[in-house]
């Protein structure tokens, strides 16, 4: 399998990575800069010559795999008699510097909600690397025409409709996702609520609306869905930026996005 399928199937998986590539050769070494090296959790795919090289390049990706937030590394070798190494001995008589690369996970974003504001939100954030999912009960707000906008997007977008529970959907997405809900039905957003206090393997949950919105649907989760504060608090609200106090579609994505991307910043998936 080349490098570059096997940093596809991992992304397909969801599952993390490291890309380990040799940066510079001087002298005699076992592959040539640009050789490259894909390590997963427990598989690897291609080489970067074999022997001590390639086991510590191994070891490290796997210790920057279970490390939160990693970052890029170089690592130099000596290919000589006289330099033991973790892995013995290398003596091809050159120096080799390998890059190792993260390959995290990608983050995934669910919209529950395609209506004006949603679709401005997609918009923006279709041009992020994500796994987007855009939810919404209404076949007219997904049609092929409509999501035309988001022909260019970066992102890997995924349309689900769904007439009649759009909570379910909440059980198919990746781990990890971050849920948005900004349906045009107050009841569909409570339901979605409930639903999303009630799985586990969820990202942050944030939900569009007022003060008074949220009074009502607090007093409902606790009294009807049974859910204590602390489960109740997972939910934002409202999203946004406080600063951003705009209320044109446009504008309240933007906030939206920008408060969604300052929580990538400060959580690691």
Known sequence: MTWFAAVARLRARREPGVLVTVATVRGHAPRDAGAKLVVGR???????????????????????IATAGPRPELIDFALNEKVTNRHGVQCCGGTVSVLLEPLPVVRAVAIFGVGHVGLELARILARQDLDLHLIDSRSDTLAEERLGVLADAVAQVRVHHTPLLPEEVLDELPLGTHVLIMTHDHAEDAALCDAALRANHLGSVGLIGSAAKWARFRKRLATEGGHDEAVIARIKTPIGLADITGKEPATIAVSVAADLLRTFESTFE
């Open 42 to 64: 427990t598989e690897t795919w291609g080489s970067i010559g074999g022997g001590n090289v390639e086991a510590v390049a191994i070891d490290r990706a796997r210790e920057m």
